[in-house]
């Protein structure tokens, strides 16, 4: 198992100083989201500025850019980096595409498959320079000329992650990525149950089996050496829980935890602007599912053994704050390596 870091919303000017001390400190990836910032520009610095260090995006939206438009960024990080980057792919959800994006949601599950099955394509172009003659149901690849081509590279392989919380697009995972970003609001009971069974669904329609994709996750930590500062932690982490329960998207979720009144709840809160009184509706056992509770220098052990035979990645939700020094996370890497 490996263990990775979010890179978190800091400066451009600040990512080859962060990405430095990451790899110094012993983690295998860094990774970028999309949020308020490009999830791409900053690994261009992490590129630069590191040399063992992968990095990839947990996630971009898909349906926010074209394949071609994916394919292409995601090249030239796999060429100016050496092989050391990873495309994360989420669907998002349809309001977001729809009205933010400006984009079209319907099928997502057949769409975004579609849509890495493009990917490759073109990329298989780029470096065999074959003609393009990609149609499917919903992207198609058909037309380039020498100006368009970036040409061969020494990495051509590029693995591909597909962000999935409920069945189907787990399943959608199995039948075309190389791997799996599980959404932090997880809980192993889910990822035994759901999850896995149906990425393994999916995979074997390719003559694979879940174990043969590399899953990773962001954990839920609620971190401190005394009471209170395991209190304040989890204040945070439960305001956290209550936002992502609102969203229809995670009740499947709270259904498998016998919550199925919960999230409705919380979404009529969340619609009233009633932010503040979300968190106090997250019961305790809600938490105990999702989140891992522990000293700093007992939570990498904790982490193997809690997701030992579930998870090839792991990382904490919440970055590595950039002030911290490199010898703490320098412990916690090695710790969590000797707990192997």
């Given at each position: 198992?490996?263990?990775?870091?979010?890179?978190?919303?800091?400066?451009?000017?600040?990512?080859?100083?962060?990405?430095?001390?990451?790899?110094?400190?012993?983690?295998?990836?860094?990774?970028?989201?999309?949020?308020?910032?490009?999830?791409?520009?900053?690994?261009?610095?992490?590129?630069?500025?590191?040399?063992?260090?992968?990095?990839?995006?947990?996630?971009?939206?898909?349906?926010?850019?074209?394949?071609?438009?994916?394919?292409?960024?995601?090249?030239?990080?796999?060429?100016?980096?050496?092989?050391?980057?990873?495309?994360?792919?989420?669907?998002?959800?349809?309001?977001?595409?729809?009205?933010?994006?400006?984009?079209?949601?319907?099928?997502?599950?057949?769409?975004?498959?579609?849509?890495?099955?493009?990917?490759?394509?073109?990329?298989?172009?780029?470096?065999?320079?074959?003609?393009?003659?990609?149609?499917?149901?919903?992207?198609?690849?058909?037309?380039?000329?020498?100006?368009?081509?970036?040409?061969?590279i020494s990495h051509p392989?590029?693995?591909?992650?597909?962000?999935?919380?409920?069945?189907?697009?787990?399943?959608?995972?199995?039948?075309?990525?190389?791997?799996?970003?599980?959404?932090?609001?997880?809980?192993?009971?889910?990822?035994?149950?759901?999850?896995?069974?149906?990425?393994?669904?999916?995979?074997?329609?390719?003559?694979?089996?879940?174990?043969?994709?590399?899953?990773?996750?962001?954990?839920?930590?609620?971190?401190?050496?005394?009471?209170?500062?395991?209190?304040?932690?989890?204040?945070?982490?439960?305001?956290?829980?209550?936002?992502?329960?609102?969203?229809?998207?995670?009740?499947?979720?709270?259904?498998?935890?016998?919550?199925?009144?919960?999230?409705?709840?919380?979404?009529?809160?969340?619609?009233?602007?009633?932010?503040?009184?979300?968190?106090?509706?997250?019961?305790?056992?809600?938490?105990?599912?999702?989140?891992?509770?522990?000293?700093?220098?007992?939570?990498?052990?904790?982490?193997?053994?809690?997701?030992?035979?579930?998870?090839?990645?792991?990382?904490?939700?919440?970055?590595?704050?950039?002030?911290?020094?490199?010898?703490?996370?320098?412990?916690?890497?090695?710790?969590?390596?000797?707990?192997?």
């Open positions: 198992m490996k263990i990775d870091a979010e890179l978190g919303t800091i400066g451009l000017a600040d990512v080859e100083e962060q990405a430095r001390k990451l790899e110094q400190s012993g983690f295998d990836a860094v990774w970028t989201f999309e949020a308020s910032h490009d999830p791409f520009l900053p690994l261009l610095a992490v590129a630069r500025a590191t040399e063992r260090l992968e990095f990839g995006t947990n996630i971009s939206v898909a349906f926010g850019r074209s394949p071609f438009a994916m394919a292409l960024v995601a090249w030239d990080l796999q060429d100016v980096s050496g092989g050391r980057f990873h495309l994360g792919l989420g669907t998002q959800v349809r309001a977001h595409v729809e009205r933010r994006f400006s984009s079209t949601f319907e099928h997502p599950a057949a769409r975004i498959t579609d849509y890495i099955r493009c990917l490759h394509a073109i990329w298989e172009c780029y470096q065999t320079n074959e003609r393009p003659r990609y149609k499917g149901p919903y992207y198609q690849f058909t037309l380039i000329n020498e100006a368009f081509n970036p040409g061969p392989k590029i693995p591909v992650y597909l962000a999935g919380v409920n069945e189907r697009m787990c399943r959608a995972a199995g039948e075309v990525a190389d791997g799996v970003h599980v959404h932090p609001m997880h809980s192993t009971g889910y990822l035994r149950d759901i999850v896995r069974p149906a990425i393994d669904a999916g995979a074997k329609s390719r003559g694979m089996k879940v174990d043969d994709l590399s899953l990773h996750a962001s954990v839920f930590a609620i971190v401190g050496d005394t009471a209170a500062e395991r209190q304040k932690s989890e204040e945070t982490i439960r305001a956290q829980v209550a936002f992502y329960a609102s969203t229809p998207s995670y009740r499947a979720l709270l259904g498998y935890h016998g919550l199925e009144e919960l999230g409705p709840k919380l979404s009529q809160l969340m619609r009233q602007g009633e932010l503040a009184a979300m968190p106090a509706l997250v019961p305790d056992s809600l938490m105990d599912a999702v989140t891992v509770s522990a000293r700093q220098a007992d939570l990498p052990a904790l982490l193997r053994q809690r997701y030992d035979g579930l998870l090839q990645r792991v990382a904490l939700y919440y970055p590595v704050p950039s002030g911290d020094p490199v010898a703490r996370w320098a412990d916690f890497t090695a710790d969590f390596r000797r707990a192997a």
